[in-house]
């Protein structure tokens, strides 16, 4: 088992560090006004050449996989400290783009290459107010009228609603019952019947809305569909990409706490000596650094063992996501501890860095939700009910 990334993938980390340390200054203003230039964000990733990292170069990608994925979102996560610069990457490159490559050539034709580019970025609408774990009852409606599809529905949490254009929408066909009946296609912010509503304001994760999309009789032609009903097990392979963003997500913030709290202790003094000098102190530094090794060697696990090189196995990518999600806040926590009574205020990263990663913990299927998953792949004979 070798461990050592390629010189091409070290290279790719190295601009993304690069990159990421680029924003640092930047994040704290983001996070006070939850207002952020966006657009500036995209065309400095792009710049950088990190659109589309995992798409095929012959939709204008880099011709990367799972792996080269999660090294750049990792990257910028730890060192902009901050999740906007990744945002690009996951709507050029992330789940919803990727479910395209699961289509047939027409809508891949039709949409692809702008998405790879920027052009036409795209988010992924699979929550809705009543139907956020429970994905299979979800009641967003897609029924055929001619060449075209009828949508009705209710879609919450959209990150990037007020800045995307496209989303890739989960919807039930012809009012057919659970996973069966649910497939995706392409609802185009733009379109006649559709409302992009604020949303809620969350804690962390700001800067761009996690919005709603109402729609209301609106009119998708049938070659955007992405994914039809019946492959629903099909679909999620691609959504698995939204999983291994979430382990990069984990990696890098709790890097990025280790980080500030290993400069704070070395610069705090109490008692006549810097505090990284008390047993507790580097006690906890040692702990948090070995719960981000085992995060590591679990989530680079998931991208190693992708199928294809692309989509990460639900098995390995489940249980990164359910430890990242277990020890990240843990981290963040005795990290704004080892700042004292200045943890907690705002003159630090550190508050923001905690509050980012409380805000995404059940983002992308709850704790609960990933231990059902990998309970049931360890006991595949008992039909464990998630009812
Ligand atoms: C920052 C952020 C960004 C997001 N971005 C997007 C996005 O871009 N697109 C999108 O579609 N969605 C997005 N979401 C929505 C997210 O995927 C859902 O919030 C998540 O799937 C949980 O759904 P819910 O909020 O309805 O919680 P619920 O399903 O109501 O779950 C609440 C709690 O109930 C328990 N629970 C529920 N079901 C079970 C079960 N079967 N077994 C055991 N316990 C259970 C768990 O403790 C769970 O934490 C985002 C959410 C956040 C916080």
């Not at 792009?46 to 589309?52: C, N, P, S």
């Not at 996951?90 to 034709?109: E, H, I, N, Q, R």
Request: include cysteine; aromatic fraction near 10%; glycine fraction near 10%.
């Amino acid at each position: 088992m070798d461990f050592t990334l390629t010189a091409a993938q070290q290279d790719l980390q190295a601009r993304a560090e690069k990159l990421g340390r680029s924003f640092a200054e930047e994040a704290r203003a983001w996070d006070e006004s939850d207002d952020a230039p966006y657009r500036e964000i995209f065309d400095r990733v792009d710049a950088e050449g990190l659109l589309g990292v995992a798409m095929p170069s012959e939709y204008g990608g880099q011709g990367g996989g799972a792996m080269e994925y999660l090294i750049v979102v990792e990257a910028l996560f730890r060192h902009a400290q901050s999740w906007l610069p990744p945002e690009p990457v996951f709507c050029t490159s992330g789940p919803g783009p990727s479910m395209f490559l699961l289509g047939d050539d027409a809508v891949k034709d039709k949409y692809l290459r702008d998405i790879v580019a920027g052009r036409r970025a795209c988010n992924i609408a699979l929550t809705e107010p009543d139907a956020g774990s429970a994905l299979t009852h979800l009641s967003t409606t897609a029924v055929r009228d001619g060449d075209d599809y009828i949508i009705n529905g209710h879609k919450s949490f959209l990150t990037g609603s007020n800045v995307n254009d496209l989303n890739a929408t989960f919807v039930r066909f012809d009012y057919i019952p659970g996973a069966k009946g649910i497939g995706a296609l392409v609802v185009d912010a733009s379109m006649p019947g559709v409302e992009i509503r604020r949303g809620p304001v969350f804690i962390g994760d700001r800067g761009i809305n996690h919005g709603d999309m109402v729609l209301t009789d609106v009119r998708v032609p049938a070659e955007d569909v992405i994914v039809g009903p019946g492959q629903f097990s099909r679909l999620m392979t691609a959504f698995n990409l939204e999983r291994l963003h979430n382990c990069g997500f984990w990696l890098g913030y709790s890097q990025a706490a280790y980080d500030e709290a290993a400069a704070y202790t070395q610069r705090r003094e109490a008692f006549g000596k810097q505090i990284i000098d008390f047993q507790s102190v580097y006690h906890s530094l040692a702990d948090m650094w070995v719960q981000i090794e085992g995060l590591r060697l679990l989530a680079y696990r998931a991208a190693a063992t992708a199928i294809d090189g692309r989509f990460p196995r639900l098995a390995e990518v489940t249980q990164a996501k359910l430890f990242g999600a277990t020890v990240g806040p843990q981290i963040t926590l005795k990290a704004m501890e080892l700042h004292g009574g200045y943890g907690p205020t705002t003159d630090y990263a550190i508050q923001r860095i905690h509050r980012d990663c409380v805000t995404n913990v059940v983002a992308g299927g709850a704790p609960a939700v990933l231990r059902n998953g990998v309970a049931a792949g360890l006991f595949p004979d008992r039909r464990f009910s998630q009812a």
